[in-house]
C-alpha cells in the first residue's frame, strides 16, 4: 500500500494552490472536484487577477518521479503512511465525494486506519464552546459507541472534538482524529496531549502532507473527509453557521446520515442540533439511539463490561444517577440503597463506573 | 547617676528583653535616646518630659542620656515610655535606684502622666516570667491580661504617680482579680439555622472533629457563607495554653484588650487582602489573617477572587503551622495553626453543573478553575458541593444543631488526643507522614482500598496522607481507633474529585 506518482501530483498541487483558496468564494468540496488542469485554470484566474506571476504550471509538469519520491521520504521522515485513492484498500465511502483526498496521510498506523475505517465510523462533532452538558454528552457517547465496537471519528479540536475523542479513549481508543493541516502535527498545538493519546490506538489522518499550513478553507476540507469517511454524522452543540453544521451539510451532500443531540432552549449551543432535528434527522440521546441508527433498532445493545458483575447496591446508585438524582446531597437524603453512599460512589468511581463533572454531579461514565 | 529598668519589645510575637539605661549628667539640659529606636521612641521624650511634670515631679534640667539595649535591636512603638520615666525619675534621685532592679515596666505615657494600654502586654508578661523579673507594672486596664501569666506579680496602676508608689513599695496595687474568660457570652449563630445540606453538615463535622480543611462549592445563595459562619459553634472549646496563643498573637497585633479569648479565632479578610495581609509581613512585620486566624478559622470566601499571590503565599503556612518572615537581619516566626475553610462558585456566572441557567463555555470554565490554585486544592482536605435545598427541606425542622454535633466534635477530638498523648500533634490534621506511620492503624481492606484510588491516579502523595486522616477522624466519630476500608472509602468521595475527571481536563 501506498501512494502512486499520480495521486502524490495531485497532493502536491492542492497543497501548492492553498494559500491561493483562502481568497475564494465558491465551496469547498466544489473547487476540490475540479480535475488537475480545471483547478490550475481556476489559479491562474485568481493569479491574474492579483497579478501575481508564479511557475506553478511548469512545475505542475516537471513533478516527476523524484518529486514523488520526494514527497514519500518527507512522510516517512514524518512517521506518516500515504494511501491514495487507486488503491484498492482506499476507504470506500470516501469514493462518495466528488473529489476524494488524493493521498490520505496517516499517523499511527496504515493498518490500523483501514481497520477503523470498516468498523462502522460514526462522526461525532460540534462547537469549540460547548457548554457542560455538551462536554458530558459527548464524552459519554463517544464511549459508548467506542464500547460498542464502533469507531469515533472526529476532528480533535478543544470542545466537543476532543470530549468525544476522550470517551473513545476511555473505552480503549479506537478512534480517528482528521486533522486540517498535517497529521503528524496536532491541530490546535494544546491538544498535544490528547494527539499523543489517539495515537496509542487509533490513528490521525489528513488530506495535506507536511509542512502544510492550516487554513481556513482546509477546516472545511477536513469536514468534508470525516463527513464522507462516517455512516452516521452526531451533531452535539453548535450554532448556526458553525464549523459542526458545515460537516452536516457536507453529509448530507455526500447522502451519508445525521443524528443531532437536543440540548437546552435557552443556550445558543442547541441552536443548530435543534435547526437539524426540526428537519428530520435522527434524535440521539445516548449510545443506544446511535446503534439503533447505524444497525437498525433493536438489533444490537450496548454492552458495557464496566457495569456487569456490580452489586445491587451499585446498580441502585447507578440507576438513582441516570433519573437524575445525582449529586452527592441527593442521593444522601433519597436512600436509594442501604449501604453507605459515599462508600458506594468511592467504589464506582474507583472501578470508573461514574465520575464527578463540574458543580459535584455524579455522571455514569457508560 | 545611672538608673536601669527592664522592659520588653515585640519581636514578631516574641517578647524580648531590653534594659532602658538612662545617665544623668552635669551639662546643657539635654533628653537623647539612643538604641535604634523609631519616631515613636524619638517621640517618647516629649511625652516622659510632660508626664514627669505634670505628675508633680521634676524634670531634670540636666545632660539627661537614654539608651535602650540591646542596641542592635530596632525597637518600635510608644511601650517604652513608663520605663523610661521611671528610669529617669530614678537617675534624678526622686526615688532609690535599687527598686527597680527587680521590676519590668511597660506602658505608654500620657502627657498627663495616666499610664496608657500598648499592644502585646501578654507577651510582655510572659518576657517578664522567662527572665524571671518578679513584677512588672503595667496600665491598670491591662492589668487583668498580664494576670494570665502565673508566677509573676502584676501591679496595675493608672499613672506615673502610683507607677512611682507600686515600684517603692509606699502603696502597692491590689492583685488583679483571676481573669475571666472573655467574650463566651457572645451568642454565635447556630447550625440549627440550616435547613437540608446534610452532605455539608456530615463535611463540617469532620473537618471540625479533625481540624481539617475544607472547601465549599455551589451556586450564589445556597448557604456556603452561612455553613462557614456556624462552624465555630461547633468547635472544641480551647484549651488554656492554645488561648493564651491566640490572646498572644491577638495583643500584638492591638486587636484585644482585655482578658483570656476563649473563643476560637473567625477571621474572614476580603478577598482583596495582599499576600502581606494575609501571611504577615509589612515594617515592622505584623501578624497576617493566617496568624490571627491561629487555633481558629480562616474563612476564605470567593477564593477565585483573591489575589493569586496571596493564595499562594498560604502553602507554607497551612503545610508547617507557622510562618517565617525575613525582614532585613531578622527572622520572626508567626504561628498559623488554623483551620482554612474556602467557598467559592463552580464557574464564573455561579450555576455550572446545576442549573440549566449556566451558559459558561468550557473554557470559561476552566479559565475559573485555573483561578483556583492547585497546589493549594490539594491541600483542601473535604470538598463540599453545596446545593440549592429542597422546598421540603426548607419547610421541614433543621436536621441538627450546633450542640450536638459540638459533643460529637468534642468526644472525636478526645481520642485523638488520647491517642496522640505525647506527641506535637493534636487533633487529627495535623498528622504528619511519621506520625501517620506510627499512630493510625489501618485495616487490610483500609490498605487494599487506599491502594485502590492512589492508583486511580487522582490522588497525590500528599493527598494520600490526606485521606489517611479523614479517615481516622471518620473512624474517630464513630468511636473506633482502627481506620476500615469503609472510613477511606468515604474520605475519598468528600475528598476533590479522584482520577476519571483528570480526563475531563482540556
Redo the contacts between chains.
Sequence with gaps: MAACDVCLRRTWLVERVSGYLEYQRHRVDDILSLEDQLLIEFWREIAERRGVDDELESEYHDFGVAEADLARERAQAAGLELICACDAAYPERLRRLFGPPAVLHVAGGLRRFIELAQADPVAIVGTR???????EVA?TLGRGVSVSGLCVVSGMA??ID?AAH?GA??AGGRTIAVLPGCAATPYPK?NQQLYDQILRNGVAVSELGTGTSVRKWTLIARNRIIAALCELTIVVQGKPRSGALSTAKLARRVGSRLGAVPG?V????SEGPHGLLRDGVVLIRNPQDVLDAVFGAGSREVLDPVLNGLSEDQRAVIEAIQSGVD????L??KRVHTG?T??L???L??A?C????????YVV?A | MLARVTTFAIDGVEPRRIFVEVDIRPGLPAFTIVGLGDTAVRESRERVRAAIQNSGYEFPQRRITANLAPASLRKVGPGFDAALALAVLAASGQFDVSRLADVAVYGELSLGGTLRWAAGTLAVAEGARRHRVPALVVPLSQAREASLIEGIRVLGVSGLRAAVDAVTGREIPPMPLAALPDGSGAAEPDLADVRGQSVALTAMEIAAAGGHNLLLEGPPGTGKTMLARRLPSILPPMAREEALEVTRVHSVAGLHRGGLIATRPFRAPHHTVSAAGLVGGGNPPRPGEASLAHRGILFLDELAEFQRTAVEALRQPLEDGRVTIVRGQRALVFPTRFMLIAATNPCPCGYAGVDQRCSCSEIDIKRYERRLSGPLLDRMDLLVNVVRPSEQEMRSAPITDSATLRARVIEARARQQHRLAGTAASCNGELDAGLIHARVRLDDDAVAKLGDAYLAGGLSARGRHRVVRVAQTIADLQGRDLVTGPDVLAAVTLRQQVGATQSMAA
Excluded: I, K, N
Design positions: 464552546h460547548p457548554t457542560v452538558y455538551g462536554t464524552q478543544v470542545g476532543a476522550r479513549l476511555a494544546t437546552s435557552l443556550v445558543p449551543q449529586t452527592l446531597s441527593a444522601v437524603s453507605d459515599l462508600m460512589l468511592a467504589e468511581e474507583l470508573g461514574v465520575r464527578r463533572a463540574t458543580g459535584g454531579r461514565t
